[in-house]
């Protein structure tokens, strides 16, 4: 069975860095392209980006381009998305999904909360 | 690209038809646009793909249609587990691109 585990729920302070991640099993990983959504609090859906785990080949969306960092580790199944400073504007639910072969996201994470306050 | 839903709140009853729209400002290649439904505290489930085929586990109800521009999600029979909000999203072109959602409560 597909699953893909996220980590924990994290508070931070602007400024500070931070990395979540998803870790995929039960399918082929390395072979899938895994993607981050954001979704912030009350909102829609906002894709960040993509990358292909076994390449790290990554595609980022122009508004998300500069500001975050994914990132893999095939040796452990695992998806990173990173920030080096965190903004207020940056608390959200980050959900990762596996892209099927045809292109939309057929599995996801049971979401990180992200909470940056000061 | 940008995606529309509308309406954006449809106020139903069980055993009700919904009719959920997604329009389209370009386009859509192959009519790669997908539905997801997301209920309170969860993540998005995938329930079509392909504008028309329905994802693995879903029910018959739900009923994706359209091409080009204008793509529809209709769910035939409203049960009570349906009542939640549905995002289209396209997939035929980089960056991909969510629409703003409908949301389908309970009259």
């Known amino acids: 069975e597909v699953h893909l585990a996220q980590s924990g729920a994290e508070v931070k302070k602007p400024g500070q860095s931070l990395r979540i991640s998803c870790q995929g099993s039960g399918y082929s990983f390395s072979t899938y392209w895994i993607g981050w959504v954001r979704q912030r609090p009350g909102e829609g859906l906002e894709w960040m980006g993509v990358i292909f785990p076994v390449d790290s080949d990554t595609k980022y969306s122009p508004s998300f381009q500069g500001q975050v960092t994914i990132s893999a580790d095939t040796s452990i199944n695992t998806v990173y998305l990173q920030w080096n400073s965190l903004k207020v504007s940056d608390s959200a639910m980050y959900y990762c999904?596996?892209?099927?072969?045809?292109?939309?996201?057929?599995?996801w994470g049971q979401g990180t909360l992200v909470t940056v306050s000061s | 690209l940008v995606l529309t839903q509308s309406p954006g709140t449809l106020s139903l009853s069980p055993g009700d038809r919904a009719t959920l729209s997604c329009g389209a400002s370009?386009?859509?290649?192959?009519?790669?646009l997908a539905w997801y439904q997301q209920k309170p505290g969860q993540a998005p489930r995938l329930i079509v793909y392909g504008a028309s085929t329905r994802a693995t586990g879903i029910p018959d109800r739900f009923i994706g249609s359209g091409s080009g521009t204008d793509f529809t999600l209709t769910i035939s029979r409203l049960e009570a587990e349906d009542f939640a909000v549905y995002y289209c999203?396209?997939?035929?072109?980089?960056?991909?691109?969510f629409g703003p959602g409908t949301r389908v409560d309970i009259k």
């Open positions: 999904a596996r892209r099927d072969y045809n292109g939309y996201d057929d599995y």
């Open positions: 999203q396209q997939y035929g072109s980089s960056p991909r691109v």
């Open positions: 370009l386009k859509i290649n192959n009519d790669y």
